[in-house]
């Protein structure tokens, strides 16, 4: 296993109430007893609402931060929080609202740098950086300087720096966050590229939806601190997918008093003779019979409600 995390616990001591002179702290549990194993070369998408606990786990797998006592996590084999060199040089981190480039140089030198700290060879650096570049549309960003570019072009570079010593286990924190459509299409393509490519192990951290369902297969889900979910995307999709969209076009209404009925018991809504509405799963059959006594339709549409409406249902429950 490239990640396990058993009996994962993370306390914080956090302010108390006002204070006048001095502060009165409390204890605050963010992350409850999570346990979960990540395989080599897994896409794993880590969601949660603000607050579940998603910065926290990634911070504590990339050894930024050390977890309650008790607490059994290895990556790649080590104790992440010891921070060692080999351990470092296997990973790679990208916080979104975080850069890893010189301001006032252009990328080429941050990248220069990244080369000596994690002692790359000359002949795979090159290669490497033409490699990525290409991938990445950004040949012409690497004698730019970074002041310079827009967020877009950075962000291209950010992951160029962050992919540059081939790591085994990459932690990516919102690295869509902020991006124009082309930009996040680019993005998302290069990820499931050098994921296929080359293996490399990828959680990601994010509230886009669109990435998840491109990239992801499996997710992770937090909600309060606590893991609510782990498996496949695709299976929370159908497990908390309870209701359906429909939508049907009226051509002519076959019987007034029926037709009033199925309004009132399905909660539709007529617009201009489009009727619209959720109805349950369990109601799908029962419904059509009963539009179909009602009314002569024109169309009948019914779909599965998208991801971004599941998880925003199971956030608020």
Known sequence: MVISVKNLNKTFNVPAGRWLFLPKWKKAKVLKNINFAIRKGEFVALLGPNGAGK????????GVLVPDEG?????????????KEA?????????????????????????LLFKEIYELD??????????????LGAEQLLEMPVRKMSFGQRMRVELLATFLHKPELVLLDEPTIGLDPVVKNDVRRFLRKINELEKTTII????????VEYLCER?????????????????????YATFKHVEAVVARVKNKRKASAVMKKYKLKDTENVLRGKISRKQQIAFVRDLLSAYQLASLNIREPELEEILYKLYNE
């Open 87 to 111: 351990f470092l040089k296997r990973i790679g981190v990208l916080f979104g609202n975080r850069s890893a480039l010189e301001f006032d140089v252009p990328a080429m030198d941050t990248l």
């Open 219 to 239: 997710s992770l889900l937090l909600k309060n601190g606590e893991l609510v979910w782990d498996g496949p995307t695709a299976e929370l999709k159908e497990k």
């Open 122 to 135: 000359e002949k795979f650096f090159k290669k490497r950086v033409k490699f990525l570049s290409t991938l």
């Open 71 to 83: 607490s059994e996590v290895s990556v790649l084999g080590y104790t992440p929080w010891q921070r």
């Open 55 to 62: 910065t926290t786990t990634t911070k504590i797998l990339s």
């Open 204 to 211: 990601l951290t994010t509230h886009n939806i669109q990435d």
